[in-house]
C-alpha cells in the first residue's frame, strides 16, 4: 500500500485557483521529484501537505488512514493537528534555521520539546535528554556537519545551513521528508554537497517529495517525477522516462528550456 | 547646605525611582499584551488598539496625568488618589502605565512582525505548540529586535517622571526646584540634572551589556 496517497487535491487564495484536482501516490521508501514552472504551485502543494496551507478540496492519506478530507471538516485540536503533522517533515527553500541556537540545539529542539510529553520524562530526564543529543550529533555527522555542532547559523555557510535544516527536519523521523527547491538559495559551488546528502538520503531509502530546478539530479535521484502547470499535474510517471521521453507536449517544451540552459 | 540638598534630592529620587520600577513592572506586560493583539489577526481588537494607541501617542503625557489626578475626583464627587504622597505617586503611575504600554506596544509589534514568519513556520512544521513557538523561538529573536529602540524608549521614561511635578509628586526635580523657590539658590537644579545623567548613565551601560549578550546571533 502506498504511504502516501493525495486525492483530488485543489486550493484558492480568494479566486486564483493554485491548485487543480492533484492526485498522485507515494510508495514507501520511493522518491518523488516535483517539476515545473514558477507559480506551477508546487510549494503550496508541499506547505498542504505540512497543514501550513488548508486544501480547499480533496483528500490525503498516510499509511491508509485520512490525515486531511475536505469533505468532512473537523474541528481539529492542536494536538491532533500536531501528530498529523510529524508524518510529515519540510527543508525550506530558506532554511528558517532558528538563529539564536546552535546547529545541535536546532536540530534537537522540537525532540526535546515532543519529549516533555513522555510519561518517564521527569524520571528519565538526563537519559532522554542525552539520547536526543546523540541522535541529533548522529544526524548532523549523517550530513558531514560533525565539527560544526556548535556553530550558530551565523557562522555556517549557505550549504552547510541547508544540511543542519535537512538534519533538523530528519530528527522527528518523518515519514515523508518534503524539499522544496532545497538547492534554489545557494550558490551554484554549494548545491552540491546538498544534492549529495539528499542523494545518500534516497539511497537509504527515505521516502521523499522533491521540488527542484535540477533536472539532472531528479532523473537521477527519484524514482518518479511529477510535472506541474498552472496548478494541474501534466504528466507524472517514471523518472527517467518523464526526462528522457515525456508524453507531454508541455512537459518537452518545459524541459527544452533546461536542457538548452 | 551641600549635605542637606543632596539628602532633599536623594528623597525626589526615592519617589522617581518607584515611578520608574512601577511604571516599568506595570507598562512592559500590559504593552506585549497590546503588541501581540495589534499585530495578531483579530480585526475589531487591532482596530481598538490603534485607535487607542493613537489617542494616547497623540496627547500630552502631562495632560493625561492631569486627567487621571484630577478627573474622578471631578467626575465622582470624590477624589479616588488619596491626597497624600503614595496617591500622588499612584495616579503617576497609572497615567505613565497606560501611556508608555502604547509606546511598548508599538515597539512589540514591530519585533513581532519583524521576525520571519519562516521561523513561525518551521516551529510549526517541527509539531511544536503556539506557545512552544513563541517562547522557544520567537520571543528571543524579538528581544533582540526591540532592545534598542526599547532603551531608547525607557530613557525617555526616567525625565519623564519629571512630570509628576504637576500632579505636586515630589520627585526629583521637584526637589531640586524647591531650593530655588525657598533659598532663592539655583545650584541645586544643576545638582538635579547629575542625578538625571547618573540614572540615564547606568541604564545606558544596561542596555549595552544587555545588547552585547544578544550579539551571539543574528
Ligand atoms: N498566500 C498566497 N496568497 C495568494 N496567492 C498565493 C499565495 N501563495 C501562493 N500564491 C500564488 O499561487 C501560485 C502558485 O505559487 P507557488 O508558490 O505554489 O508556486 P511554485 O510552483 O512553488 O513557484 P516557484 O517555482 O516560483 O517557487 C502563484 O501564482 C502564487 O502567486
Ligand atoms: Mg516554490
Known sequence: MAILEVKNIGKHFGSTEVLKDVSFSLEEGNALAIIGSSGSGKTTLLRCLNFLEKPSQGEILVKGNAVFD????????EQELRRKRLHFGLVFQAFHLFPQYTALENVTLAEKLLAQEREDFKSNKKQILEEITEHGNALLAQMGLADRAAHYPHQLSGGQ??????????????????????????????????????????????????????MAFARDVADQIIFMDEGYIVEQGDAKQVIDNPKEERTRRFLSRYSQG | MFGAVTLELMKGLWTTIQIFLLTLIFSLPLGL????????????????????????????LMLQLIIIFYGPGLWLGHNIWSGNEAGR??????????????????????????????????GQVLGMTKSQIFFQIT??????????????????????????????????????????????????????GVFYLAFIGILTLLFNYIEKKLDYFR
Request: charged share 20%; proline share 5%.
Open chain 1, 70 to 77: 475536505a469533505s468532512r471538516p473537523v474541528k481539529m485540536s
Open chain 1, 161 to 214: 545551513q541547508q544540511r543542519v535544516a535537512i538534519a533538523r527536519a530528519l530528527a522527528l523521523k518523518p515519514d515523508i521528508l518534503c524539499f522544496d527547491e532545497p538547492t534554489s538559495a545557494l550558490d551554484p559551488e554549494l548545491t552540491g554537497e546538498v544534492l549529495k546528502v539528499i542523494r545518500g538520503l534516497a539511497e537509504q531509502k527515505t521516502t521523499m517529495i522533491i521540488v527542484t530546478h535540477e
Open chain 2, 33 to 60: 499584551i497590546l503588541g501581540v493583539g495589534s499585530a495578531g489577526r483579530w480585526k475589531i481588537l487591532k482596530r481598538v488598539i490603534q485607535v487607542f494607541v493613537w489617542i494616547i501617542r497623540g496627547t500630552p
Open chain 2, 89 to 122: 505617586i499612584t495616579a503617576t503611575v497609572v497615567a505613565f502605565v497606560i501611556n508608555y504600554a502604547c509606546y511598548f506596544s508599538v515597539i512589540f509589534r514591530g519585533g513581532i512582525e519583524g521576525v520571519p514568519v519562516g521561523q513561525r513556520e518551521a
Open chain 2, 139 to 192: 520571543l528571543l529573536q524579538m528581544v533582540k529586535r526591540v532592545v534598542p529602540p526599547m532603551s531608547n524608549e525607557i530613557i525617555t521614561l526616567v525625565k519623564d517622571t519629571s512630570l509628576a511635578r504637576i500632579i505636586a509628586a515630589y520627585e526629583l526635580t521637584f526637589a531640586g526646584f524647591s531650593f530655588m523657590k525657598s533659598a532663592g539658590i539655583t545650584w541645586p537644579l544643576f545638582y538635579t
